[in-house]
């Protein structure tokens, strides 16, 4: 999950990375994600039946840039995430007025991966 999320939050050609925030002082936006409550989703005779959970999609930016998000939203929406809601706040903890967009998503490992991916995934053989 975590390269295939990578990859495509990439080819908006802005800086990304997992967990951390990428440096902004020489770039006017970043993108920091990360995943949460991830475990069995979907329950069919007492066993999880689906794996997935909430994708999280910190945009860091000098000026604000609502188009961004939205390019965000369409980009993930279209690869199969649920877009659930948006929070605007402030950043001041590098000593730059940041404005910080928080895009929260929702997921099924199955409907985000193709079907090999998800079934080594979902094994524990093979997760991102």
Do not use: W
Request: hydrophobic share 35%.
């Amino acid at each position: 999950m975590i390269e295939h999320t990578l990859t495509l939050l990439k080819g908006l050609g802005i800086p990304v990375a997992y967990s951390i925030r990428p440096g902004i002082d020489e770039n006017k936006e970043v993108i920091s994600f990360h995943f949460y409550n991830e475990g069995p989703t979907i329950y069919g005779d007492g066993n999880g039946e689906e794996f997935g959970g909430n994708l999280q999609v910190d945009v860091f930016m000098k000026k604000p840039n609502k188009k961004l998000c939205r390019k965000i939203i369409d980009l993930l929406n279209r690869n199969n995430y649920k877009f659930e809601y948006m929070n605007d706040l402030g950043d001041t903890t590098t000593g730059i007025r940041l404005f910080h967009f928080v895009l929260i998503f929702n997921y099924l490992e199955s409907e985000v991966l193709n079907e090999e991916e998800n079934t080594q995934c979902f094994s524990g053989s093979k997760r991102n």
